[in-house]
């Protein structure tokens, strides 16, 4: 566990820079076990020389295993990021908020802090009744909170189309995003990605056009 653990503090911090406190949490519980199981004579004399060769195998192998991770991730391109989707404060539905690698990044732009990278754009086109809804949803001043590597947050808005979209406006909440907004995402406290603002309440994961439609009608 103590091993594994540095292996995924190094994936988290190098690789995929982005910060998880329950994941640092976990991590620290998990090499304080370890350290007190070494220390404390948990491993038995005659195992002890195959514990330090497998602790140590281990541990050159996570570092292989991040190295290659991060040779893996050409500059500019966030394809095959993996990430963790850890909530910064307390949610319902927290399966919708696991967050996955989106199917790709559209380009990245020279900013005067650095490079931006823009979400994938929306190939879809908007149905009826997903214009309907996204009107509804405009009359509350509804609003998207996502990341550009976030693949729920491409699907909902695949989900919505394109004109749909161009009516709710969208928050980046990554650093590295294109016009990331991610202190008013820390101040809104939101929860994971994709989640919804509407009429003032916090509505976090991916949304179907009905459960839109229910929470747009509840809300008025």
Not at 171 to 195: D, F, H, M
Request: glycine fraction near 10%; hydrophobic fraction near 35%; aromatic fraction near 8%.
């Amino acid at each position: 566990m103590g091993v594994f653990s540095v292996f995924l503090m190094t994936l988290l911090f190098v690789v995929l820079k982005e910060s998880c406190p329950f994941c640092v949490l976990s991590a620290i519980l998990s090499i304080s076990l370890a350290n007190i199981s070494w220390l404390g004579g948990v491993p038995p004399p005659e195992k002890l020389k195959d514990g330090i060769t497998y602790s140590v195998g281990g541990g050159v192998t996570a570092v292989l295993g991040v190295l290659l991770l991060y040779a893996g991730v050409p500059e500019g391109v966030n394809n095959g990021r993996m990430n963790f989707a850890g909530t910064l404060a307390g949610g319902d539905d927290s399966s919708n908020l696991l967050a996955s690698t989106a199917p790709g990044i559209s380009g990245t732009r020279g900013t005067s802090s650095g490079i931006t990278k823009d979400p994938p754009p929306i190939t879809s086109s908007s149905t009826p009744r997903a214009l309907e809804v996204s009107n509804q949803l405009a009359t509350l001043n509804a609003k998207m909170y996502g990341a550009y590597w976030c693949s729920h947050c491409f699907d909902q808005k695949e989900r919505l189309g394109k004109e749909a979209m161009q009516r709710i406006p969208y928050i980046e909440c990554s650093r590295e995003g294109t016009n990331s907004q991610v202190s008013l995402c820390r101040e809104k406290q939101i929860p994971g990605y994709p989640t919804w603002e509407i009429n003032g309440k916090l509505f976090p994961g991916e949304q179907a056009l009905d459960e839109l439609y229910e929470i747009v009608q509840q809300a008025k």
